[in-house]
DNA sequence: TCCGAGATTGGCT
DNA sequence: GCCAATCTCGGAT
């Protein structure tokens, strides 16, 4: 079942949470992949100085403008591209990094965008872990891009969204500090990073 | 095997 | 020049 827009309207740490075990689904013609989500990181608002839109939008930021469930990506190191999920109302900032899934559906597509190669036979488990855990990888994995997907709608869109998945108890989530983000004085401390415990493809302990 | 340092890379904060 | 990262390679375990 697909996630509506009521689920990404709201508050942006309370998303964040939330989206912990759900499915990613990526339809890309014939290949279709399918992930959980282990790991997010919110961005809130100006108070928040590790958020890239905390001294108001710019072009590279416009979409976070719009209501929750758009979708947010952006370049980094010059080589490398991020995925965020938009959340709050229209007008109102926020955004959520997904940082790491478990694949579950299509990892020989993920695997030969990883490692540029086709798969043959069977994946061993370290380049199992290593499709999707971290921010960077699973957007590569999953075949996703700036170009084909910035500002698309997770509420309507026919090649991504979001759907309801499995059930994470409040026992087996973890709270933390953001990855790499000393340059933030007041956010750098924030607890905005949520995963789910003992998971293998959690991106750093 | 595991960990840290160094290199990589180009748009924009 | 900086950066919500990743890969590789060397030396330690």
């Keep these: 079942m697909r996630l509506g827009r009521d689920f990404y309207t709201r508050n942006t740490i309370l998303v964040a949470r939330e989206l912990l075990g759900k499915y990613l689904i990526h339809k890309d013609g014939l290949k ?3 992930g959980k989500i282990i790991e997010t990181e919110a961005y809130i608002n100006a108070n928040d100085d590790g958020a890239h839109f905390h001294k108001g939008l710019t072009p590279r930021t416009r979409i976070i403008d719009q209501e929750g469930g758009h979708v947010y990506i952006y370049n980094i190191y ?4 991020m995925f965020n999920i938009v959340t709050e109302p229209k007008g109102v900032h ?3 990094l997904i940082r790491a899934l478990e694949p579950l559906e ?3 597509y993920m695997y030969e965008n990883r490692y540029k190669k086709p798969c043959e036979g069977k994946i061993n488990k370290r380049e199992l872990i290593n499709l999707t855990n971290g921010p960077a990888k699973l ?3 999953f075949g996703l891009s700036k170009e084909k997907h910035y500002g698309l709608d997770l509420v309507s869109s026919k090649e991504l969204w979001l759907e309801e998945g499995e059930e994470v108890l409040k ?3 973890a709270r933390s ?3 790499n983000i ?3 004085e007041r956010g750098k401390d924030y607890l905005l990073r949520f995963y789910i415990k003992d998971n293998p493809f959690v991106s750093k302990k």
């Design 32 to 34: 279709s992949y399918k």
């Design 78 to 81: 010059g080589m490398y591209q």
């Design 94 to 96: 926020g955004a959520v």
């Design 106 to 108: 299509g990892m020989e």
């Design 139 to 141: 957007v590569m994995a």
């Design 171 to 173: 026992g087996n989530i």
């Design 177 to 179: 500090k953001r990855i």
């Design 182 to 184: 000393d340059y933030a």
